[in-house]
């Protein structure tokens, strides 16, 4: 278990690495883009439609690289709330365990409240009971027959 915490660790470190270095690009473009978007002017009746074109994908890449990178931000917060999750689940895990090792069931110790195993004989009372009611119980009752089941229409 512990190289598979281990390898996730890792894996996560690498993630943490690659969201670093494409974070720096990423901004490095956008403040490019950013540049470019400023001196650009929209007007659709003194452009020719190429060129109107170019300044709307130009306009695009620089939100697709804005969303790109709130992306990315956004799937690192998931993954380091869910490794956060995993640790505390992990953790009440052990103290349940924990918690688990120090109860002794099998320690006979009578206290005032709680459960009691009854020490009654079950075959008297039933015994008792059918001669209360004039009603002996025979073998055939304390069996369940075996009736095969019908499907339902």
């Keep these: 278990m512990a190289e598979n ?3 996730l660790d890792k894996a ?4 943490e690495d690659t969201f670093t270095s494409i974070s720096g690009d990423r901004k490095f ?6 540049q470019s ?4 002017v929209l ?4 452009d020719s439609p190429r060129m109107t074109e170019v300044k709307l994908a130009t306009i695009k890449a620089l939100d697709d690289l804005l969303r790109s990178a709130e992306s990315s931000a956004t ?3 998931k993954t380091q709330l869910q490794k956060k999750s995993d640790e505390n689940s992990e953790s009440t895990k052990q103290m349940v365990v924990e918690m688990l090792k120090q109860i002794n069931i099998s320690v006979g110790i009578t206290t005032s409240g709680g459960v009691k195993k009854p020490t009654v004989d079950m075959e008297s009372v039933v015994e008792k009971a059918c001669e209360e009611t004039n009603h002996p119980i025979s073998d055939d009752e304390l069996t369940v ?6 499907e339902v229409e």
């Design 12 to 15: 996560l470190n690498n993630l």
């Design 43 to 46: 007007n659709p009746n003194e």
């Design 29 to 34: 473009l956008i403040a490019k883009l950013k």
């Design 75 to 77: 799937t690192m917060a």
């Design 37 to 40: 978007i400023d001196g650009i």
């Design 145 to 150: 027959p075996e009736v095969p089941l019908k």
């Design 5 to 7: 915490i281990n390898a």
